[in-house]
């Protein structure tokens, strides 16, 4: 990539004012996040002679090099989205902080768990001063948390277990030489095994497992960094771009079964943790930190839930279909990945002043909540009806009739309590 951008006039010596500028203009100019290509900047009014400052960008720190008109810099990755993993900070807990046992089930947002046999406990752990990530040294950057997974061994060659994420759209790291770097530590001296997997979609061909590499863990929190190299698509069938992904492996415990993709690591109980968990193209560059809001909207796209704000309500207009269901328009954060699914928690349903984990309607026809004893058996969004970000959400009950046996077409209103949740999932 060579693309030629108009800078400010450049003294003969570089100094930190004129870089900061020339890298906003970079910053400008480069579109695709990978690093690497060249920029030729000219000085504002001159026409673009051999003489000219040409910007090399293909190393990891900013570093200048040559004499006279021309000078060769390296700088990193400008664009950000370097890390193409989400959340590997571990500040977004939308689902909550208790610890986690399930096999399947997620902790952080983006993150899940995997066992067979093996045991986990993930929670969340706080960053406290002393810690490395802390008050950190240098170019780190600071984290708040870090995730803990305390390991229960298997017994026998086929059972596992690891902390994986899934990476949409297996095209973006497709044939690419890429590096997952991770702050770890352990209670006592661990190994762990990294491998990334490569999945087609629906429809698409086989997962393509790669060799894992293991890494012993001491008990200081220290950067680890393993670099990989993912196969090309040629010969494969592809599915639909948002089922495909590649993921992320943190082996934890594995049997026989499992050496080559765990890297050997075997059986052994254990607690380790982890923190700032990246995955780039090319070399370890530091941790990229992006905006809470942002991250946390990224975290939307897969999951989102919905919950009131300390003592508040959430209320929302709708209409009743009949006896048994209503139907309330809703607008989504942000696009999902695909129609999710709905799950609530359990809610009982309130005819009187909301105080905790409660359902309602209210009937404006007879000016006031409907009192029948009703069980929250389904919410679900409609008949698929989800476009961009509007969607169409279903409450289904049983146990209906009396007060609420009204004509369908009459406007009600939910009212979620202070302890109700409802969260959308469209995990791949």
């Known amino acids: ?38 920029i030729t900047v000219q000085e504002e009014g001159v026409a673009l002679t ?57 902790s952080a947002d983006r993150w899940v768990q995997l066992w067979q046999v093996s045991g986990l406990s993930t929670t969340r752990g706080t960053f406290v001063s002393g810690d490395a990530l802390f008050d950190p040294t240098g170019t780190n950057a600071a984290a708040t948390y870090f995730v803990t997974i305390a390991v229960t061994a298997g017994t026998n060659a086929a059972h596992f277990s690891y902390f994986f994420q899934k990476i949409e759209d297996v095209k973006l790291l497709a044939g690419k030489t890429v590096t997952v770097s991770f702050w770890a530590k352990a209670a006592s001296a661990a190994t762990i095994g990294v491998s990334l997997q490569q999945n087609f979609g629906t429809g698409g ?76 193209i090319g070399a370890a560059t530091d941790f990229e930190v992006r905006p809470l809001t942002l991250e946390t909207y990224l975290c939307y796209r897969y999951y989102w839930r919905m919950t009131p704000s300390g003592s508040a309500t959430v209320n929302m207009l709708g209409v009743q279909r009949g006896t048994v269901e209503m139907d309330f328009a809703l607008m989504l954060p942000v696009p999902m990945r695909t129609t999710p699914t709905v799950v609530a928690s359990g809610a009982s349903w309130s005819t009187t002043t909301f105080t905790s984990n409660d359902l309602g309607a209210y009937d404006p026809v007879a000016a006031g909540y409907v009192t029948s004893s009703w069980t929250l058996v389904t919410l679900t969004i409609a008949n698929g009806r989800v476009s961009d970000q509007q969607a169409l959400l279903r409450f289904t009950g049983s146990g209906g009739g009396g007060a609420f046996g009204g004509a369908a077409g009459r406007v009600v209103e939910y009212t979620m309590g202070t302890t109700h949740w409802a969260a959308f999932d469209a995990e791949l």
Do not use: C, H
Request: hydrophobic content about 30%; cysteine-free.
């Open 50 to 106: 051999t003489a000219a400052t040409t910007l090399n960008f293909t190393g990891n720190g900013v570093t200048t090099t040559g004499t006279g008109a021309t000078k060769t810099i390296d700088i990193p990755n400008l664009t950000g989205f370097r890390n193409k993993l989400i959340n590997g900070n571990f500040e977004i807990w939308q689902r909550g902080t208790t610890a986690v046992t399930a096999s399947g089930a997620y």
């Open 1 to 38: 990539m060579t693309r030629v951008v108009e800078s400010p006039r450049l003294p003969q010596e570089w100094n930190a004012g004129v870089m900061t500028r020339v890298i906003k203009r970079l910053e400008d100019a480069i579109g695709d996040g990978s690093g690497g290509g060249d």
């Open 205 to 280: 061909s086989g997962d393509v497992n790669g060799n894992g590499q293991s890494q012993a863990i001491t008990t200081s929190w220290t950067k680890y960094t393993k670099t990989f190299t993912l196969n090309t698509l040629n010969g494969k069938t592809l599915g639909p771009s948002n089922t495909s992904s590649t993921s992320v492996f943190f082996w934890l415990d594995a049997g026989s079964t499992y050496d080559t993709l765990s890297g050997t690591i075997g059986q052994s109980n254990k607690t380790v943790s982890l923190a700032q968990i990246q995955l780039e």
